[in-house]
């Protein structure tokens, strides 16, 4: 819907997208575990899974410890299919960066997007859900050979929001693509009619567990050696769980009578894996023993990353040896980098290090915490943070970040930290209550808003802030003047407070404050003034892309009304290429660039076109109430506009309902408002005769139309037609219905609308 980039003049003109960067910590996440010679062969299985690609969807669903992960990566190895394969991990909750990782695993397996703009492959960066979803399907129906996409580890997505845009992907997958899952509980997910049409493919737990021959196999590489009685107990304790009976072969090796030791460890006929897995580290000398459980806190991990968490060096010595020794490090990459441990085996030496060092762990969080944040792993860092229970350090990165990170659409994100870190308490510093009014307004929390902002009142002069507003009187001008929540007049006098405060031209809040004030203006109908602080903030370098987008969105409008239609045509696409350029497209601010568009659309005649970008504004708008109330305003003002030209008057006029009843919050500043409301409705009017149907003027009432664009009175037209005054008014009164007029006036312009006159 955007047009070219080519031809734009001065500072419009959008950059090349930089190269892409390929970051070592996504990268270990978009690698499934490279082979090893002590892995078991478990043929059965493989067999299994030769039929995933007879199936939209395999799942693979068991609790830690039943060899998910490695089976997945032994089919891969084995079968070598086209496979874009995503380890998820907390941060993947938010869909923005789990379908960031599914792109740029799509195209590692060579499969392009076309998305737009780059796949970014920094961990910290995002796409959108709606686009990134789009141009996967395309993707995937393009690619001439069989696809799988491969999300391990789905038990951390647990967004209810997430779990329907997965279903949306599987609803579209083209016959050449297969999603499979691997997860530790069921997914949230409506499987129901897939397995009903035996188009789901499962593993669960029975089938995933040891066979005995398997479980031989095992013991048999660790030189244990069981009599048949003993191995039966270990089959029936571990109940074939593959990490059981790996552990106590780990806890076998080298025992002079491993039977006796089997009997001794069945705990009422059940498996104890934690007093297992304390043998297992117990049979380490003990600096491998506190390396293990010194790492055992990060959820990945390379050399460097263990060096710094320890205060030591040597790292790389410890892991090379692990991995040679101990199936419970897995590596992630092929060239050593990076590892994690099993979640099993890491959870018991977390519970270890916990109970023999406790005042370690704060400090080997904060460790981690550091190297994160010079590596520019934002989410890891505040984890860790938040883990070694420094909630100011913690709400200061997110303070410092929190912009970064929404203007990438990752709301989600930054409202996970706002949870982790729970509400500010009272005497919180102001920072941190300035971010949780940003977070109210942005999903549209107006009590907490109005909460926080009365916090701050005591707190004007403080600042610099984290994020780079000047102090908190401007940072509260400005969530007053972009977001409007207070009506009109109070938006206008913070967007003009906020500009007099925001000057520094380097600053991405130099250009919020702008937007805001230019959208002040253009509410209250002042046009001219409008187009000034517009422009600064669409030409500002420093403007985050939603900023840029949103006021050439507003500038176009503005242009519209004043009647420069090219401008305005040039301004809207100029707001959609920047959501291009940036993978903003499906964002919820982003609805004004369509709102624009369609509106730019259709002053040129191409109605049917804008009525398309405008449904789809509607549904990112439909999608949360969030992002303050103009949005959905001038939306619905446009919407109604175009829906009346186009003759939809049913749509018209729901919107317009939608709209007064929103615009009735607000009493004061409104003219301008309710006078683009009015010109909406007049067209509704003069529109309304294309829904009355069988009620064409007959033609006595075509005669009195023809008459009623002169000046004469309604008791001339009598005299000349040779008719009553009375006949006349009522014919008069049926042409004005069958138009949807109320006057004399608004009838004859819907007439030479529909070209009657």
């Not at 049979?283 to 060096?307: G, K, M, N, Q």
């Not at 984290?466 to 102090?471: H, V």
Request: proline residues 5%; contains cysteine; negative net charge.
């Amino acid at each position: 819907m955007a047009g070219s980039a080519g031809g734009r003049r001065g500072h419009d003109h959008v950059p090349a997208a930089p190269a892409a960067t390929v970051d070592p910590f996504l990268e270990a996440k978009l690698r499934w575990p490279p082979p090893r010679e002590s892995w078991v062969p478990r043929q059965r299985l493989l067999t299994r899974l030769g039929a995933v690609c007879d199936h939209p969807v395999t799942l693979a669903a068991a609790p830690a410890g039943y060899g998910k992960t490695t089976l997945l990566a032994q089919w891969l190895e084995a079968e070598h299919p086209r496979a874009a394969w995503v380890s998820l991990d907390p941060g993947d909750n938010d869909a923005n960066r789990l379908w960031a990782h599914v792109a740029a695993a799509l195209e590692r397996a060579g499969c392009r997007l076309e998305t737009g703009g780059p796949v970014d492959r920094t961990v910290g960066a995002t796409t959108t859900p709606g686009s990134t979803l789009t141009a996967i399907v395309d993707a995937l129906r393009a690619a001439p050979h069989d696809i799988v996409i491969v999300l391990d580890d789905f038990q951390y997505v647990q967004d209810a929001r997430t779990h329907s845009q997965v279903e949306f992907l599987i609803a579209h997958l083209p016959p050449q693509a297969h999603l499979l899952i691997s997860t530790r509980s069921d997914p949230g997910l409506r499987l129901g009619r897939l397995r009903a049409s035996s188009d789901l493919l499962e593993l669960r737990s029975d089938a995933l567990g040891f066979t005995p021959h398997e479980a031989g196999l095992l013991l048999g590489r660790s030189d244990v050696e069981l009599d048949p009685e003993s191995f039966d107990l270990l089959m029936e304790s571990t109940e074939g769980w593959p990490a059981g009976v790996y552990l106590a072969s780990l806890s076998l090796e080298g025992r002079s009578a491993p039977s006796a030791v089997v009997r001794a460890f069945r705990d009422g006929n059940r498996f104890t894996a934690d007093y297992l897995t304390e043998e297992v580290l117990g049979r380490h000398p003990s600096h491998v023993r506190d390396f293990i459980t010194e790492v055992s806190l990060l959820e990945r991990f390379t050399a460097s990353l263990c060096d710094h968490v320890r205060g030591s060096s040597g790292s790389a010595t410890i892991l090379r040896d692990l991995e040679r020794t101990n199936l419970f490090l897995t590596p992630l990459d092929h060239d050593g980098h990076w590892y994690r441990f099993h979640h099993l085996f890491a959870a018991v030496a977390r519970t270890e290090l916990e109970v023999s060092r406790p005042d370690d762990v704060a400090t080997l969080h904060s460790r981690a915490a550091q190297w994160f944040t010079e590596a520019g792993h934002v989410d890891e860092a505040i984890s860790h943070l938040i883990a070694a229970g420094d909630a100011p350090g913690a709400a200061t990165l997110a303070q410092r970040h929190w912009l970064q990170y929404v203007d990438a659409g990752r709301v989600a994100t930054v409202l996970g930290w706002s949870a982790a870190l729970g509400p500010s308490p009272d005497g919180a510093p102001p920072a941190a209550t300035v971010t949780a009014a940003w977070l109210a307004a942005l999903i549209g929390d107006e009590s907490t808003l109005e909460a926080s902002l009365t916090a701050l009142r005591d707190h004007r002069d403080h600042g610099p802030l984290p994020d780079g507003t000047r102090s908190v009187e401007s940072a509260t001008a400005m969530i007053e003047g972009l977001f409007g929540y207070g009506g009109p007049l109070t938006m206008r006098a913070s967007a003009q407070r906020a500009a007099t405060l925001e000057t520094d031209r380097h600053s991405p809040f130099y250009a919020l404050a702008q937007t805001a004030l230019g959208h002040a203006y253009y509410v209250a109908g002042d046009l001219d003034r409008a187009r000034v602080p517009l422009s600064e903030a669409r030409h500002n370098d420093r403007a985050p892309s939603i900023i840029r987008s949103l006021s050439l969105a507003t500038e176009s409008l503005v242009e519209d009304e004043l009647g420069h239609l090219e401008q305005s045509q040039e301004h809207a696409e100029r707001a959609m290429e920047v959501l291009d350029a940036n993978g903003l497209r499906a964002v919820p601010q982003a609805s004004l660039a369509y709102t624009a568009l369609g509106r730019a659309r259709a002053a040129v005649g191409r109605v049917d076109d804008a009525l398309v970008i405008l449904g789809r504004g509607l549904e990112l708008r439909r999608d949360t109430s969030a992002h303050g109330p103009w949005g959905m305003i001038h939306h619905l003002l446009v919407h109604a506009g175009v829906a009346a030209e186009a003759g939809e008057t049913a749509l018209a006029t729901s919107l317009l309902g939608e709209l007064e009843s929103r615009t009735a919050a607000y009493a004061d500043g409104m003219t301008a408002m309710h006078v683009r409301t009015e010109a909406v409705r007049r067209t509704l009017r003069s529109t309304h005769v294309g829904s009355l149907a069988g009620q064409e003027l007959t033609e006595r009432e075509m005669e009195i139309l023809q008459l009623l664009q002169g000046s004469m009175s309604l008791r001339q037209i009598a005299d000349e037609l040779y008719l009553s005054s009375n006949t006349v008014k009522t014919h008069s009164r049926a042409v004005y219905r069958k138009l949807g007029a109320h006057t004399r006036a608004e009838a004859v312009t819907a007439a030479r609308r529909q070209g009657l006159v």
